[in-house]
């Protein structure tokens, strides 16, 4: 058995204490997380209803990991097609791929890196509704909307000091980049630290989603995003907010 499905088993084995199931369902989102590892805990946390006591509802760790499970089911069986029509292309002599597959992209220079930065951003889609997204579209489907998430309603346009990017008004994906042509990150103007999302603080105790934090969410939140621009300047990587400009200009 994999090690994916090592854990879920253990994240079904009622004997065990909540917190070694939770446990498990962390290594199950290190081999899979289509959002990105923080980004699908929290969708999890939300879809799969976890309280912040998980003791009040130790199910909700099985409908968190099943949803993962589909999900990744859904992903290997397209994988697998994945490899068997690169092999075949590249007996053709083709020997880079038309478009990278999208579990392939690098976070790094991906518009939808936002939600590595803020997991609270990502689709509202369930993971395996994403993951069916994702093939249609590697299948060459043209579907409306958002990429990521099929949001059609008008894009949010958020500053990048000297310009502006268009992003998706659900989950924050860049449609249209910043014309200056380099790559921002966009991040969150109130950063929440990854302990207090991992203990569930945005759940109430029986589950429901925490009326008082964060306070920003959905459009709101996107709307806030602050824009930053790594660059190499004299053989070093400079990280710098949009609105201050590049050292020394
Ligand atoms: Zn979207
Ligand atoms: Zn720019």
Not at 100 to 116: E, G, I, L, N
Not at 123 to 137: E, G, K, T
Not at 138 to 154: F, K, S, T, V, W
Request: glycine content about 6%; aromatic content about 10%.
């Amino acid at each position: 058995m994999t090690s994916f499905l090592t854990h879920r088993a253990l994240v079904h084995d009622t004997t065990l204490p909540p917190y070694r199931r939770h446990g498990a369902l962390r290594t199950c989102l290190t081999r899979f997380a289509p959002y990105g590892f923080r980004a699908t805990y929290h969708h999890l946390t939300v879809s799969a209803r976890m309280p912040r006591l998980l003791e009040a509802d130790p199910d909700s760790l099985v409908r968190a990991v099943e949803e993962l499970h589909e999900a990744r089911q859904l992903w290997l069986a397209r994988a697998e097609e994945y490899a068997a029509q690169r092999r075949a292309a590249k007996r053709a002599g083709q020997r880079h791929p038309a478009q990278p597959a999208w579990w392939d992209r690098p976070w790094w220079a991906s518009p939808d890196s936002a939600w590595r930065n803020d997991p609270f951003l990502h689709p509202r889609l369930s993971l395996p509704d994403y993951v069916r997204r994702q093939n249609a579209l590697l299948d060459g489907a043209e579907l409306p909307g958002c990429p990521a998430c099929g949001e059609e309603g008008p894009a949010l346009s958020v500053s990048t000091g000297h310009d502006r990017a268009e992003l998706c008004r659900s989950c924050a994906r860049v449609l249209v980049p910043c014309p200056c042509e380099q790559w921002h990150s966009f991040e969150p103007e109130l950063r929440i630290g990854w302990s207090r999302t991992w203990r569930r603080e945005h759940m109430t105790g029986t589950g429901g989603p925490n009326p008082h934090w964060p306070t920003h969410l959905g459009t709101a939140r996107i709307g806030r995003l602050e824009s930053y621009t790594m660059r190499w300047d004299s053989g070093v990587l400079h990280y710098y907010r949009d609105e201050e400009g590049p050292p020394g200009t």
